[in-house]
């Protein structure tokens, strides 16, 4: 029988995705582990092609058939009892009940989740006549309740009209209305408005917050931007190369960051109060490709504190805090203080 901890929703337990591809195997997710606790909000954060979209579409088996994954990914139903999404069969019953009631995703794109061809009312309306038993007349009136919800004026109206009449911005709103409309217990955002524009983003983002507030919502909000998480989370991942490298409550990562990658992505977030002319400094070189997983650290090619043991050594997650942990071979040793002095 699985178990997880009290208070956990969810549970990512050394999650692995592999992609096997005719010029060889993409090493996408290298042993993930993370937790959400119930009710709470997590970052998970990296720079582009670190699994962060790989690692989310595998909580709802959204993946395409060339992904070989293995893990546990463990999830609390309302009664208690504990589902293994990783084991269950490819577009079963099961895992389309959970994606349909439990767990919803926000996209980037809107359209990769609205369908052009179907009127907002009849694609919000789906799952509350399909899975909450509503009549037609009730989902409507709950259809434009959440658009109004979300912002959307003249709601009564628009919610007989296709996406394509609705503005970039309008979409995205459709979309967490859509999302909501499954009454999920967990909300997945990945990277929810990085094709808007600033003011937009913004909007959209305390939107997605009260949405969280309201519903009482689990939620894993995925993004490059450290800043973007820094007053939206409790707790942030930090993800390298398919592996979380740092993780721990969004203060302590920004008061007292560990790992060299975390301090680097912190030093890139510009500085709204900075000195005029400070420059915003970038992490140097790129992440390497992910055919090919670099020996030891998969950081130390970037790394400027790196050690001869990083060569070789793939580094242990040692516990730094409370709730903090690193991966990185310059705490070393530090675990057993932490323990000492706890
Ligand atoms: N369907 C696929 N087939 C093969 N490789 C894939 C596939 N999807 C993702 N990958 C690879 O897996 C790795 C992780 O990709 P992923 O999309 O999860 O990155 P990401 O962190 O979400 O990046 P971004 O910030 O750009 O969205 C990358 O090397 C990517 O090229
Ligand atoms: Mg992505």
């Known amino acids: 029988m699985d178990t997880m901890t009290e208070g956990n929703i969810l549970e990512v337990r050394d999650l692995t995705v592999r992609f096997m591809m005719n010029e060889g195997t993409v090493h996408a997710v290298n042993g993930v582990t993370f ?24 909580v709802t088996q959204l993946l395409p058939k060339t992904a070989r994954v293995s893990g546990q990914i463990l999830f609390r139903e309302k009664e208690g009892t504990i589902t293994d999404i990783a084991k269950l069969p490819v577009d079963g019953k099961e895992i389309r009940r959970i994606r349909g009631q439990e767990i919803s995703m926000i996209f980037q794109e809107p359209m990769s989740s609205l369908s052009p061809v179907h009127t907002v009312f009849n694609q ?16 409507r009136e709950r259809c434009v ?11 009564e109206r628009r ?28 909300l997945i955002a990945d990277e929810p408005t990085t094709a808007l524009d600033v003011t937009l983003q913004a909007q959209v983002l305390s939107l997605i917050q009260e949405m969280q507030d309201e519903f009482k919502l689990s939620m894993i909000l995925i993004t490059h931007a450290l800043g973007v998480v820094a007053h939206m989370v409790d707790y942030i991942h930090i993800m390298y190369l398919g ?6 409550p969004t203060l302590e990562i920004f008061e007292n960051p560990k790992h060299p990658y975390t301090r680097g992505l912190l030093n ?16 140097p070189g790129a992440v390497p490709s992910a055919y090919s997983l670099p020996e030891g650290c998969v950081f130390r090619a970037r790394c400027s504190e790196r050690r001869s043991a990083c060569m070789y050594e793939i580094p242990r997650r040692i516990q730094v805090g409370s709730e903090h942990y690193v991966s990185c071979c310059l705490y070393d040793g530090e675990e057993d203080q932490y323990a000492a002095n706890a």
């Open 124 to 139: 919000l309306a789906e799952a509350m006549i399909l899975f909450q038993g509503m009549t037609k007349k009730q989902a």
């Open 145 to 155: 309740e959440l658009l109004k919800l979300v912002g959307i004026e003249n709601a």
């Open 243 to 248: 592996r979380v490298v740092e993780s721990g």
């Open 35 to 58: 937790s959400l606790p119930e009710g709470k909000s997590i970052g998970i954060v990296g720079e582009s092609g670190c699994g962060k979209t790989v690692s989310a579409y595998s």
């Open 268 to 283: 890139s977030i510009p500085k709204l109060h900075g000195k005029r002319g400070q420059r915003v400094s970038s992490i």
């Open 159 to 186: 919610v007989d009209e296709y996406p394509f009449q609705f503005s970039g911005g309008m979409r995205q709103r459709a979309m967490i209305a859509m999302a909501l409309a499954r009454n999920p217990r967990i």
